[in-house]
């Protein structure tokens, strides 16, 4: 664990994914090395929601997030609490970031109505013109089959001229070469994300660039201001579907590191911004 950027060496360069690999300077960290969730750099977001794909947990800021033996465990149980029948835990960042490479080691949890997620958010989230989201992985799982060697990366941004909270996506999978689930090892995670486009990597291979009009005309604004960072561990929902007979409890969301690096090129006004105080409901 703790790996740096060796994957560019070790195969990166091949996908286009080192362009420049040189230029990165490692601007914000957390390796999850103490004892506890250090609270200057994370947030605990804690309710029954209304969450925005109808999920079924009730988020705590108890001991669902726990830092132990070098790495963050978020904890999905199937447990009663608040009027929900399963807690879980949602971070995100204290500040926020426009532009860079974000990345994650990270370990999934599998199983039917397991609904990970490394993802940014716009600060503006509660500003319909603004509602930008970058999803850097969201996972659905199962109890077998290929789902657990999926992951999906998206790009949200609003609709203008149409009704508020419309959203054009630009989405693409990303599978494991040799089928093998997310669960089974850490994975690496990351975007690079620049006025032009977004690059979405799954262990060094890039599997999807979503270009963007520079202007910021067709709500591509929304995704050129700053965001923060969000790890979660979501039950259910639309998407994912209810926990049934098959799904294993505990399931862990395993966060090795996560890191923001920022091109040396850019300047310095584009990088960094203190985050909204105010809690997204996705």
Known sequence: ??????????????LGG???????????????????????KWRL?????????????????????????????????RQAYGGRDYTSARLRSQAAW??????????????QGMFPAFWMLNQQWDQPAHY????ILELVGSEAGKENATVWG??????????????????????????????DSFHD??????????????????????????????????????AFIVLNLAVGGDWAGAPDAS?????EMVVDYVRVYRDAAEPPARRRAPASAASPLR
């Open 1 to 14: 664990m703790k790996s740096k950027m060796a994957a560019c060496a070790a195969g990166m360069m091949l």
């Open 189 to 226: 995670f990351a975007v690079e994300w620049s006025p032009a486009a977004i690059r979405y990597f799954v262990d060094g291979r890039l599997y999807q660039t979503v270009a963007m009009k520079t202007d910021g005309s067709d709500g591509w604004r929304a995704l050129q201001e700053p």
């Open 154 to 183: 998206s790009a949200h941004r609003p609709k203008p001229g149409a009704p508020a909270g419309t959203v054009q996506t630009a989405s693409a999978s990303y599978v494991t070469p040799d089928l093998g689930w997310f669960n």
């Open 18 to 40: 080192c362009a420049a690999a040189a230029n990165w300077q490692l601007a914000w960290q957390d390796e999850f090395n103490g004892a506890a969730l250090n609270t200057a």
């Open 98 to 111: 426009r532009y860079g490479r974000i990345e994650a080691r990270i370990k999934l949890p599998y199983g």
């Open 247 to 251: 799904t294993h409890w505990p399931q």
């Open 45 to 77: 977001e804690s309710g029954p929601g209304p969450w925005g794909l109808h999920e079924l947990q009730y988020y705590t800021a108890g001991d669902n997030a726990t830092v132990r033996d070098g790495a963050l465990h978020i904890a999905a149980r």
């Open 132 to 135: 930008g989201e970058i999803d």
